[in-house]
């Protein structure tokens, strides 16, 4: 994506020792790999484990009895009380006159506010981006419109799948706006690179000089994993794909080449040591992972009792009542039983990689390999699908372990065993975070014990056939929340009560708050914030609404796709007509800090203009509101600049199952040249 970032290996090295990825412990961290070879990909086997008669790696808690990392409550405080009150006086307190309070009296009660970024491949990472964009302060035209300076309030950021790709993106190169991040800024960033193609960078020729160089570099970082003697899957690949648009690494001259280590080596565990985030400047970061029950082998959609994890700086854990637990991070890879390691006193460090984490939320193969090995023929009509069919055979041959999932040594053996469902396996088998229909990382932030009054829901989910939600991942979560998680996590707010209704009202294609009025003080449910991806207001033909398995763009539509949500996200909507809502800003604003009027004793009276943006925005079950006030919409997606896409763009949207063939063929071939180690 990138040049290597000029801060992070000296600085890395110089903040070692003051990292925060560690339980309390006297014994200094482990040496931070390099990162300067595709094979810093493996981690690193038998070190010294902190001393277990002192020290835990595992935390184990209950629904009732909630407690968050000691890290994560540092963290979140220090910002909350060294960053946040300039910043919500900085976004607010210049247009007191708008929104019609006076800072002051909230005595510096401001709302808790989190982020979710959910999934949906590429389209979902250009979506986050162009959505934050607009709520950034660093944005002029955003902070014009008013909507820029939420993202500077925010407390927690989440994301799956490919909402983990902008998450990441985000810190491994350290908190840069997002046009910069995406298309480079002629400088020392070159953007995603999204005109290259993730599975097949060098074209449709799986045997070009170019594509051979990156599969081989593939290659040599998983083998160098395997080595080390922990089961690599399909995962592993994927993750690399990833990490050479999404880390800080990787540019057009040096793609091809292992000149750099396009990522390898930086570690989830490592944020921490970012600037931006030792600066306090980020929110805390939050990706999620589904379970799929070890041993299943489940093709179809996982049932809302499977274990859902996050995955932050700090550790691997889940607040789901079945388990209540969180692993070190530094330390995932290590098998434990009964939080000890098994090997004596024999760690893993360096298995979380950044590119891996990621490849962990998004690692959605499970049906698609299925119907693949049934559907033979479909793979030998396309160039040299018969082969990669044949080397799929041989991958089931030589696997160990599920090669449709990521292969986590589990730290959890003996944990939670009369609930955890996975409590007496070895390993966990941790598949896309939407597995199990929940498409928006809502979980983490909806935890009691974080206590979030406001989520933002950054919404650039496809369920309908023009690739627009339709409510589907808030009503799961709802209904997940509702019944699963009702020790564990707050409730939702009033939603419609199915997809067809989110479409029916309209609130699936504009803003929308959902939960203004709670009847309890404090509420029974955060405020949330709907930001859904829909056509633009105007009438313009839509480009946005992309397939997940899109695998490329090109820089005009990047571009076009950016500037289109950033439009969206300022304008708000204005009832039957195709025009901005001048007023937007200010109504967000409202959104944002209205759970802070109920922190105040009494209660501050919400002021007359917040009142009637809540009448336009606000969700009121016994008054829904009607598609028809969103009149002119268009809903075909229109693809923007059909003489850059051609015929190699076309092959990649038509021909999604031959391109998962080809990661398939790759990693049979790992299997051929592991299995030979």
Not at 66 to 87: F, K, W
Not at 229 to 250: C, E, K, V
Not at 383 to 408: C, F
Request: proline share 8%.
């Amino acid at each position: 994506m990138f040049f290597l970032a000029p801060w992070s290996r000296p600085l890395l090295r110089a903040l070692a020792v003051t990292s925060l990825v560690s339980h309390a412990t006297s014994q200094d961290p482990p040496p931070l790999p390099s990162q300067d070879s595709v094979t810093d990909y493996a981690p690193s086997t038998n070190v010294e484990c902190p001393d277990f008669s002192t020290t835990s790696l595992i935390r184990v808690f209950t629904p009732e009895n909630q407690t968050l990392h000691p890290g994560e409550v540092d963290y979140v405080n220090q910002r909350a009380s060294s960053v946040l009150p300039d910043a919500w006086q900085s976004w607010l307190g210049a247009n007191e006159a708008g929104h019609g309070y006076n800072l002051s009296a909230f005595q510096g009660n401001y709302p808790k506010v989190g982020m979710a970024i959910p999934g949906g491949g590429l389209r979902a990472a250009l979506y986050g981006a162009g959505c934050l964009s607009g709520l950034d302060a660093r944005n002029d035209s955003a902070r014009a419109a008013g909507t820029g300076g939420l993202l500077q309030v925010t407390s927690y950021l989440s994301g799956l799948s490919g909402g983990s790709w902008i998450t990441g993106s985000m810190y491994f190169n350290n908190w840069p706006t997002m046009f910069d991040m995406v298309l480079g800024n002629g400088k020392d960033m070159e953007g995603w690179l999204l005109d290259i193609n993730l599975a097949s960078p060098d074209g449709i020729d799986l045997f070009s000089a170019n594509n051979q160089a990156f599969f081989g570099s593939m290659l040599w970082s998983v083998m160098a994993k395997a080595a080390k003697g922990i089961d690599t899957s399909m995962t592993d690949p994927w993750a690399r794909m990833i990490s050479y648009h999404f880390l800080n690494q990787t540019n057009r001259q040096n793609f091809f080449t292992n000149d750099t280590a396009h990522g390898a080596g930086q570690l989830w565990s490592n944020i921490p040591l970012v600037p931006a985030y030792q600066q306090f400047e980020t929110p805390f970061p939050i990706i999620v992972a589904d379970s799929r029950p070890v041993g299943s082998n489940l093709t179809t959609a996982l049932s809302p009792d499977s274990t859902v994890f996050e995955i932050t700086p700090l550790e691997l854990a889940s607040y789901d009542p079945n388990l209540s637990a969180g692993m070190n991070l530094t330390y995932a890879g290590t098998h434990l039983s009964n939080g000890k390691a098994v090997n004596g006193s024999a760690c893993v460090t360096g298995f979380d990689q950044a590119g891996f984490i990621m490849g962990s939320s998004a690692i959605d193969m499970q049906q698609i390999l299925d119907f693949a090995r049934n559907t033979i023929s479909e793979f030998s009509k396309n160039d040299g699908s018969a082969i990669l069919y044949v080397l799929s055979r041989q991958l089931q041959e030589v696997r160990t372990r599920a090669d449709d999932v990521a292969n986590w040594p589990s730290p959890f053996n003996g944990i939670k065993n009369t609930t955890f469902q996975d409590s007496d396996r070895e390993w966990l088998e941790l598949i896309d975070g939407a597995s199990n229909q929940e498409n928006i990382p809502y979980g983490p932030l909806f935890v009691r014990a974080r206590g979030l009054d406001v989520i933002v829901t950054i919404e650039g989910s496809s369920d309908d056939s023009n690739n627009w939600p339709n409510g589907t991942g808030p009503l799961f979560s709802a209904r997940r929340q509702s019944t699963i998680l009702r020790s564990s996590h707050q409730q939702f707010p009033p939603l419609p009560q199915d997809s067809q209704a989110f479409v029916d009202t309209g609130v699936n294609a504009r803003a929308t708050f959902f939960g203004c009025d709670p009847k309890q003080n404090p509420p029974e449910y955060p405020l949330v914030i709907y930001l859904p991806n829909a056509p633009p207001i105007n009438g313009d033909d839509p480009v946005t609404n992309t397939l997940t398995f899109t695998l490329s763009y090109t820089r005009k539509h990047q571009e076009l796709f950016l500037s289109q949500v950033h439009t969206n996200t300022i304008s708000g909507f204005t009832p039957n007509a195709n025009t901005p809502d001048p007023n937007f800003g200010i109504c967000l604003q409202c959104a944002a800090i209205d759970r802070g009027r109920l922190k105040v004793t009494p209660n501050i009276p919400r002021s007359t203009i917040c009142a009637q943006c809540f009448q336009q925005y606000c969700f009121d079950p016994e008054n829904p509101p009607s598609r028809s006030e969103l009149p002119g919409r268009k809903q075909v997606f229109v693809d923007p600049d059909p003489q850059g896409l051609g015929k190699l763009g076309n092959f990649f949207t038509e021909n999604k199952f031959a391109l998962i063939g080809g990661l398939i063929g790759l990693v049979a071939l790992l299997g051929i040249l592991i299995g030979g180690l």
